[in-house]
């Protein structure tokens, strides 16, 4: 729910995946993260409750062009391990 809210102030739209955190329709693995077209982009952890649950870990959102505060929904990802922001 955290992503959703996050995506919400951003004027942005989250969909969910299977499980655990919201995500933005699918995850992305290897370089397809940092592809310029994959953005904002995810990565998932989905091996938690025996591959039942995802959690967000990898975070890409790049010149999407936002002010203001730091989102406080941040902190309920507690299993984002890397975020890349670039303005």
């Not at 952890?45 to 941040?74: M, Q, S, W």
Request: overall charge negative; proline content about 6%; some cysteine.
């Amino acid at each position: 729910m955290a992503l959703i809210s996050i995506f919400k102030q951003w004027d942005m739209q989250a969909l969910p995946i299977s499980g655990g955190e919201p995500g933005i329709g699918f995850a992305i693995n290897g370089s397809e993260f940092e592809k310029p077209e994959n953005n904002p982009a995810i990565t998932c952890d989905c091996t938690y409750d025996k591959n039942t649950t995802c959690h967000i870990t990898k975070l890409r959102v790049y010149a999407l062009n936002k002010r203001g505060a730091f989102p406080e929904e941040f902190v309920a990802l507690r299993y984002l391990t890397y975020l890349y922001e670039e303005n």
